[in-house]
């Protein structure tokens, strides 16, 4: 397409500059008559799965209904909510911290006929576009990542792996009946952008071969210290190399000192290490955020490694599946998946979820793994 | 990668305009970036920030952190980005042929 400007003068880049205006502020786009309510809140209840009712002061209504959303999404797609939101909702929407949609109303008739509008819609492969629910003790949306769409450290897929799980456990999206809710969350690599260290149920992609050194432009491209610096087990060192009788400055990998973190890629671009074969992903349990009764708990690797398998990781999906039935099945009301293991405790976890205890399972990183062992008589045959 | 020419000189870049390697730089450089990062003239100030950069990366082998640069130029972050409108990194480090900074940036 032909360019065409904006405006912006590339001879003069700094006249007529905005800068530092901050987002806008949320009190524009409220809804009449949650404006009129703003902190007058008495009570809410869950009507049916993904419809809310929340009850001000005044005696007002507003009737929330909330659907999934796939977070990745396009333009065409966003005018689609927006249409929505113009035919229910006097053109007022929300995006939850979960990426889920949100519509209100301030009736139970327009709530549950929205409801239905949007239950009806669906994509020409056959996939809901607004799925209703993720209210409650359910399955809701999956916090994720970029992957393979956009970002250059990933071990895995982010929204691949997140539409196969989604797939597998939609009931329990548009259901309430776990015995609390359950958290998925999902990250490309262990830089872990997210949420999986604090989720009942974890997709984490991992490595598993050290970096592939590029020692003929390492110097030039990377700045050396960076790159010793970021490794947490000080595998790598500054050294020098002959190639072709010219000498050139790298690094060395200490190759069984690595754990395959890719630290080092993210530093350095001359340290590439993914790999189809020896990438996959690791499922971490029992992590949450909120105080509710236990303290928040980061969630543990309770699978230490499943093959990629694109598109639909089948793998990974019946294994998360057992786990989720396992915990549906067991877990005392309100006990939260961490919860219930640390109940029944670990051996008895690894036991009804069918998962196999390895030795990759116990921590061996620094002096804080001590405390991860057992240090005690008590534990269950 | 791309090479640019430039008043006879010919420079090696990545896609976003930084020097492959450090050893290409040379003053002809300077001039030929300062237009993509805004900058009309190259005054004695900028010359300050471009030399330190450089006289770090040597002796160091990466680049400083802002607050150094700040400490040791006496310039502010505010008159950094007065001298380098694309900041530190972007602007200064490119200008000085520095490798480009890596990390979630």
Known sequence: M???????????????????????EYKEFLPPIIEKNFGKWV????????????????????????????????????????DIADKFCDG???FTTRNNIEFMVDSLEKAQ???????????????????????GAGVTNIVHTQGWVHCHTPATDASGTVKATMDTVFDEFQNMRLPAPVRISMACCLNMCGAVHCSDIAILGIHRKPPMVDHKVLDNICEVPLAV?????????????????????????????????????????????????????????????????????????????????PPRWPTMTKVIKQILDAYAEDARKYERLGDWANRIGWERFFEKCGLEFTEHLIDDFRDPAYYTWRQTTQFKF | ?????????????????????????????????????????????????????????????????????????GFKLKQIYELFPSGPGKGACKMAGLPKPTGCV
Not at chain 1, 4 to 10: A, D, E, F, Q, R
Not at chain 1, 246 to 267: I, L, Q
Not at chain 2, 2 to 17: I, R
Request: hydrophobic fraction near 35%; glycine fraction near 10%; proline fraction near 6%.
């Open chain 1, 229 to 309: 610096a970021a490794c947490p087990t000080g595998a790598i060192r500054p050294t020098k190399v002959e190639i072709d009788g010219k000498s050139y400055k790298t690094v060395a990998v200490k190759e069984e000192r690595c754990m395959f973190c890719g630290n080092c890629y993210t530093m350095c671009p001359a340290m590439p290490l993914s790999d189809k074969e020896g990438d996959g992903v690791a499922l971490m349990v029992g992590g949450k955020i909120s105080n509710r009764i236990t303290k928040p708990a980061f969630s543990k690797v309770v699978v230490p490694f499943i093959p990629n398998e």
């Open chain 1, 113 to 135: 006929e929205l409801k239905k509008y949007l239950n009806d819609q669906k994509f020409s492969g056959g996939s809901h576009k607004y799925p209703v629910g993720g209210t």
């Open chain 1, 92 to 94: 007022h929407l929300r």
């Open chain 1, 2 to 24: 032909a360019f065409i400007s904006s405006g912006y003068n590339p001879e003069k880049p700094m006249e007529n500059r905005i800068t530092d205006i901050g987002p806008r």
């Open chain 2, 1 to 73: 990668m791309a090479t640019v020419e430039f008043n006879g000189k010919s420079f090696e870049v990545d896609e976003d305009g930084f020097l492959l390697s450090f050893d290409g730089w040379n003053p002809e450089w300077v001039e030929f970036v300062k237009e993509q990062e805004g900058i009309a003239e190259i005054t004695d100030d900028h010359q300050k920030v471009i030399e330190f950069l450089q006289d770090y990366y040597k002796k160091n082998g990466i680049a400083p952190m802002v607050r150094i640069l700040s400490k040791v130029t």
């Open chain 1, 43 to 82: 009570y809410h209840e869950i009507v049916e799965p993904g419809m809310l009712m929340h009850k001000a002061e005044s005696g007002d209504e507003v009737y929330t209904v909330r659907c999934g959303g796939a977070r990745l999404m396009s333009v065409t797609h966003i005018r689609e909510i927006c």
